[in-house]
């Protein structure tokens, strides 16, 4: 078996897209304000679950004490870290015009939504070139028996890698499967590095 990586943009590059650039900080800034107008509504969850467990009191000014003992300056390093941010945000702040917003809505909803569902078309023309050999995308008929697309004339199926621990998997598959895992910065890949002989 062998396993490669394939970095976000590389998929976009694969894909025959352009990367988006924006200034450093820019893409934070705007996340910031796209959660405060809850256009995407994400869910914000922040806890610290391994101290509290750890702490036995029940009162308020008992954790605060307790935490502060534990870590007596950790509320000023943070702060000073979210300052030193806002700085930066500061300077940013500057550059992002409508034009940039609208580029950044664009990457989050066309590019990012495309990049995020058609990565097999990757993995097929990555792999393919892994053996320097062609490869196309399945048709619906082939689709309905289990097929992603063919390298080399060879049909290939392509699954997450938890398929692998899947206990009770009822579909058979007859095919070749070359499996992904999707990472922070794109997605790693593993097939029969003999799949084509």
Sequence with gaps: MKT?????????SLLEQDPVTFPKYATQI????????????????????ELI??????????????YLKKHPEAIQKAAAKISEMLEHFKEVM???????????????????????????????????DNFNVSYR??????????????????????????????????????VPIIYYEKIKDGIRVTFDDKLIQ
Excluded: C
């Excluded at 490669?4 to 976009?12: A, D, F, G, R, Y």
């Excluded at 940039?100 to 097999?120: C, H, P, S, Y």
């Excluded at 309905?144 to 890698?161: E, L, M, R």
């Design 4 to 12: 490669i990586k394939i970095s976000n943009s590389e998929i976009l």
């Design 30 to 49: 705007l996340n910031l304000a796209n959660q405060s107008a809850q256009g995407t509504r994400p869910s914000v969850v922040g806890q610290m679950s």
């Design 53 to 66: 467990k750890e702490f036995k009191g029940t009162k308020l000014n008992d954790w605060e004490e307790w």
């Design 94 to 128: 500057t550059k992002i015009d409508n034009e940039m917003v609208e580029l950044w809505i664009r990457d989050l909803v066309i590019v990012k939504t495309f990049v995020g569902l058609k990565f097999q078309e990757a993995i097929l023309k990555r792999v393919a």
């Design 137 to 174: 995308l399945a048709k619906p008929e082939e689709e309905s028996q289990g097929i992603d697309g063919f390298i080399d004339n060879i049909a290939i199926s392509i699954k997450p890698h938890t398929y692998l621990t899947k206990k009770s998997i009822s579909e058979k598959i007859n």
